[in-house]
DNA sequence: TATTATATGAGAATTATTCTCATTTGTCAA
DNA sequence: TTGACAAATGAGAATAATTCTCATATAATA
């Protein structure tokens, strides 16, 4: 990575957790540099696999928790999975996904007209609505040549 | 439940068994039934606590094998949840969620446009489509109110 | 720089899932 | 009907995932 980009990641982060009254500690800023831009969804024990070499001071009750905590104050959502590990996601545009029943690959995807689908209105009274996404549940081609 | 009613649903198992190689036994029947036509989208806990009083005999393990072994052969599906644990669904026909991000409470609802939503084709190609759906993350009223 | 609320790490506890293996039981063919 | 046999079950242990507790450390603020 480059610094430059490390240096705004950086300051987009500490701004996140500013509005949040969430302490910059070095733990969060390297569990959010490890998430950040990513696409593979992972859980918690797979940042803590990836983190753990650079820092082998960082606990997985630390990688847990601050996840969570991201998730609570919108800096990250958790996604659906079909059990399993809870999954983390960094991406909060508006997406899609594709998801492999089997192995539990979730591929994102762009599509306007999803994004534009428009939640019925008896809804929209009784619930508070957070997210919505359209989900289309496969077998993938690794899954499907085995 | 009245006794029509048991009979059409052990028939209807039957069948769904010896179409699919599983042998039919009692306890089988009475997960199925458990399960069938309910929209609580139970754990495999929940459905062995569920079942626990009127029959001791059936194990957690035959529950959760049981449940496992439904949704490989098509008798049920398992669905999305934000971790905890695995969660199971009778309801095969195309329909919809409201999902509480907060209590994981699931309700189902139909919904002909979305039913209709179209799959992009370069994924047609790259996956084997199984479902697709709308999932909408909301809070629910009673999460609202805490 | 002192104070304080928050965050962290270690270890244990809890919850969910899976595995192993001895025993039982549906199913099918004779 | 009755074996034979593959499949299913139950019990207990093992593993995986998550959460809790509490002593210590540290970022934020005045």
Redesign the pocket.
Known sequence: MQKETSTYLNEVFIQH?RERG???????ITIYKALAGSTDHP???FVYRNIHKEHP??????V???L??FAETGILDVIESF????RFDPNLDSHHHIHCVQCGMIVDFKDEQFNNIQIPKQFKREYKVVSKRVVINVICELCQSK
Chains 1, 2 share one sequence.
């Open positions: 957790c969430l302490k910059v500690t070095p733990q969060r859980t918690a024990d001071n960082i606990s997985f009750e630390t847990n928790r601050t969570l905590k059990s399993g590990a809870r």
